[in-house]
C-alpha cells in the first residue's frame, strides 16, 4: 500500500520546500496539495486558516499521507498547533503534521554571530507574531534581537513572473534598506515566506556583504530527514517509489504553468475537491 509524504500549501510556494525535500529524499513517494482555488491565506483569520487547512490534512490522509509537511509559514503559525494537540489525538495518534516554522528557527542559532536576526514575510505570518514567539521560546537564554517586517510586494512579483523585472529590484532593495534601516546590526535574515526563494537572485544583490540569508527548503529538508532518522516506525511505513503527484484545487492548467516556474522541471497536476 502507497504511503506517501504529504505536503501542503494555501498556493505555489509550498512547491519550493517540496522541491528541496525531493532532491534530500528522493527515494520516498510524495504528494502535493496546493488549495489554489482560496488562496491566498496570509490575511484570513486564524479559524479560517484552520478550517482550511485542516480540511487539506484530512484530505491528504485519505490520500494515504501519514505524514503531511505544512509547507506553508501561514497555515504553519495559524493552524499548525491546533491540529496537532488537538485534532491528531482524536484522529489518529500514530500520523503526524509539521511545520517550517520551528525548523527555520532552530536553524538561526547556526548563522548568526551577534544575535540581530531579521525576518521578511508576508503580512499574516508577521501580524502572527510566530517567529518572534518561537525564537524567543527556543533560543531564550540566547537573548537574540528580532526585526521582523512585511513585504506585501514580493509574491505578486513571483506569481507575476517579474522576477527579472525593474519593478522586482525596486521593491526588493526597498523592503530590505527598511529592514537594515530598522536594525543595522542584523547579521542573518530569514526569507520566512516560500514564493521568496525564487527571488533570491535579486534578494543577495541587495543583503549586505556579511549578512547571511536563510533559505527555508533547505532546512526544512535537512531537518525531515533528521526527523525520519529519529522516528523509524515513521520512516518504515513510507512507500519507496520515487514517484511525485500534484494536485490542486483550482484549475490543472494555470497551477501547471507556475508550478513548472517554482519547481524547475515540468508539472502536470490533477484537480481535487477538498
Same mark, same amino acid.
Given at each position: 500500500?502507497?504511503?506517501?509524504?504529504?505536503?501542503?500549501?494555501?498556493?505555489?510556494?509550498?512547491?519550493?520546500?517540496?522541491?528541496?525535500?525531493?532532491?534530500?529524499?528522493?527515494?520516498?513517494?510524495?504528494?502535493?496539495?496546493?488549495?489554489?482555488?482560496?488562496?491566498?491565506?496570509?490575511?484570513?483569520?486564524?479559524?479560517?486558516?484552520?478550517?482550511?487547512?485542516?480540511?487539506?490534512?484530512?484530505?491528504?490522509?485519505?490520500?494515504?499521507?501519514?505524514?503531511?509537511?505544512?509547507?506553508?509559514?501561514?497555515?504553519?503559525?495559524?493552524?499548525?498547533?491546533?491540529?496537532?494537540?488537538?485534532?491528531?489525538?482524536?484522529?489518529?495518534?500514530?500520523?503526524?503534521?509539521?511545520?517550517?516554522?520551528?525548523?527555520?528557527?532552530?536553524?538561526?542559532?547556526?548563522?548568526?554571530?551577534?544575535?540581530?536576526? $531579521? +525576518?521578511?514575510?508576508?503580512?499574516?505570518?508577521?501580524?502572527?507574531?510566530?517567529? =518572534?514567539?518561537?525564537?524567543?521560546?527556543? *533560543? #531564550? %537564554?540566547?537573548?537574540?534581537?528580532?526585526?521582523?517586517?512585511?513585504?506585501?510586494?514580493?509574491?505578486?512579483?513571483?506569481?507575476?513572473?517579474?522576477?527579472?523585472?525593474?519593478?522586482?529590484?525596486?521593491?526588493?532593495?526597498?523592503?530590505?534598506?527598511?529592514?537594515?534601516?530598522?536594525?543595522?546590526?542584523?547579521?542573518?535574515?530569514?526569507?520566512?515566506?516560500?514564493?521568496?526563494?525564487?527571488?533570491?537572485?535579486?534578494?543577495?544583490?541587495?543583503?549586505?556583504? $556579511? +549578512?547571511?540569508?536563510?533559505?527555508?527548503?533547505?532546512?526544512?529538508?535537512?531537518? =525531515?530527514?533528521?526527523?525520519?532518522?529519529? *522516528? #523509524? %516506525?515513521?520512516?518504515?511505513?513510507?512507500?519507496?517509489?520515487?514517484?511525485?503527484?500534484?494536485?490542486?484545487?483550482?484549475?490543472?492548467?494555470?497551477?501547471?504553468?507556475?508550478?513548472?516556474?517554482?519547481?524547475?522541471?515540468?508539472?502536470?497536476?490533477?484537480?481535487?475537491?477538498?
Amino acid at each position: 500500500m502507497s504511503c506517501p509524504i504529504g505536503v501542503f500549501d494555501s498556493g505555489y510556494g509550498g512547491l519550493t520546500i517540496l522541491k528541496d525535500i525531493v532532491k534530500e529524499m528522493p527515494e520516498y513517494d510524495y504528494i502535493y496539495l496546493g488549495d489554489n482555488a482560496r488562496t491566498p491565506y496570509g490575511m484570513r483569520s486564524f479559524d479560517v486558516v484552520y478550517k482550511y487547512t485542516r480540511e487539506a490534512v484530512l484530505k491528504l490522509f485519505d490520500m494515504g499521507c501519514r505524514l503531511v509537511i505544512l509547507a506553508c509559514n501561514t497555515a504553519s503559525a495559524k493552524a499548525l498547533r491546533t491540529i496537532q494537540q488537538v485534532d491528531l489525538p482524536r484522529i489518529d495518534a500514530q500520523r503526524r503534521v509539521l511545520g517550517v516554522i520551528r525548523p527555520s528557527v532552530e536553524a538561526v542559532a547556526d548563522f548568526t554571530r551577534n544575535g540581530h536576526i $531579521g +525576518v521578511l514575510a508576508t503580512s499574516g505570518t508577521v501580524a502572527s507574531e510566530s517567529y =518572534l514567539l518561537e525564537i524567543a521560546k527556543i *533560543h #531564550s %537564554e540566547k537573548g537574540f534581537q528580532v526585526s521582523q517586517l512585511a513585504c506585501p510586494m514580493w509574491v505578486p512579483l513571483v506569481e507575476n513572473n517579474e522576477i527579472d523585472s525593474p519593478g522586482a529590484a525596486f521593491f526588493v532593495q526597498k523592503y530590505i534598506d527598511i529592514l537594515m534601516q530598522n536594525d543595522p546590526k542584523i547579521d542573518t535574515i530569514v526569507l520566512a515566506c516560500t514564493h521568496y526563494p525564487l527571488l533570491r537572485g535579486v534578494i543577495d544583490r541587495f543583503v549586505p556583504q $556579511g +549578512v547571511a540569508v536563510i533559505q527555508q527548503g533547505e532546512i526544512v529538508a535537512r531537518s =525531515l530527514k533528521d526527523y525520519l532518522c529519529r *522516528h #523509524s %516506525e515513521m520512516e518504515r511505513m513510507l512507500s519507496r517509489g520515487r514517484q511525485v503527484e500534484f494536485f490542486t484545487t483550482e484549475k490543472g492548467g494555470m497551477f501547471d504553468k507556475m508550478a513548472t516556474l517554482f519547481m524547475q522541471a515540468d508539472v502536470v497536476s490533477r484537480h481535487i475537491e477538498i
